[in-house]
T-cell receptor, first 112, second 112 residues
Framework: DTAVSQTPKYLVTQMGNDKSIKCEQN?????MYWYKQDSKKFLKIMFS???????INETVPNRFSPKSPDKAHLNLHINSLELGDSAVYFC???????????FGPGTRLTVT | QKEVEQDPGPLSVPEGAIVSLNCTYS??????FMWYRQYSRKGPELLMY????GNKEDGRFTAQVDKSSKYISLFIRDSQPSDSATYLC????????????FGKGTLLTVNP
């Protein structure tokens, strides 16, 4: 009974490629997020959606585009991948925006 | 100066020890404070969530906030090897500003 699931778990790709990471939550939460954790373990928010509406959009390159087809899903599409995009990307969800309660297992992206 | 500072450790203690983990912050607008535990190659999980100054206890864990000193702590009593993980502090402003700012995490090892 995974609360927040992400696919794929590992993603190895070459510079310049386009890739997507999928996220689903089965908790009935209204809010979903994408976080990036770099090699130094620093966790930073990228996007937040509440009821399919974009609420937080941090200063990430516009090569990153989130898409929320419904409240249970928040996908992340990345165009023209660069070496610096290598990181672990975490999807998360919460019932409201007061705090982030549930994180997914992460997608480890390696760009070569 | 970073908004949130956290000693990355590593911190190594014997089983049964009392562990003290700390973060300092510079932004007096922070009102909500959280502690997350992250096992290796897993997503963070929310341990404690507190508002404003004071203490909050949950089992072996106690979160302490001192807003006058801009200092928060997490105490773990009777530490267990299963507590071995990275502990991340996080905080956010009040009102409708929902962005969490994380510390870099402290790696804790509890030795049996």
């Amino acid at each position: 009974d995974t609360a927040v699931s992400q696919t794929p778990k590992y993603l190895v790709t070459q510079m310049g490629n386009d890739k997507s990471i999928k996220c689903e939550q089965n908790l009935g939460h209204d809010t979903m997020y994408w976080y990036k954790q770099d090699s130094k373990k620093f966790l930073k928010i990228m996007f937040s959606y509440n009821n399919k509406e974009l609420i937080i959009n941090e200063t990430v390159p516009n090569r990153f585009s989130p898409k929320s087809p419904d409240k249970a899903h928040l996908n992340l599409h990345i165009n023209s991948l660069e070496l610096g995009d290598s990181a672990v990307y975490f999807c998360a969800s919460s019932q409201d925006m007061s705090t982030v309660k549930y994180f997914g297992p992460g997608t480890r992206l390696t760009v070569t | 100066q970073k908004e949130v500072e956290q000693d990355p450790g590593p911190l190594s203690v014997p089983e049964g020890a009392i562990v003290s983990l700390n973060c300092t912050y510079s932004n007096s607008a922070f009102q909500y404070f959280m502690w997350y535990r992250q096992y290796s190659r897993k997503g963070p999980e929310l341990l404690m969530y507190t508002y404003s100054s004071g203490n909050k206890e949950d089992g072996r864990f106690t979160a302490q906030v001192d807003k006058s000193s801009k200092y928060i702590s997490l105490f773990i009593r009777d530490s267990q090897p299963s507590d071995s993980a990275t502990y991340l502090c996080a905080m956010r402003r009040g009102g409708s500003n929902y962005k969490l700012t994380f510390g870099k995490g402290t790696l804790l090892t509890v030795n049996p």
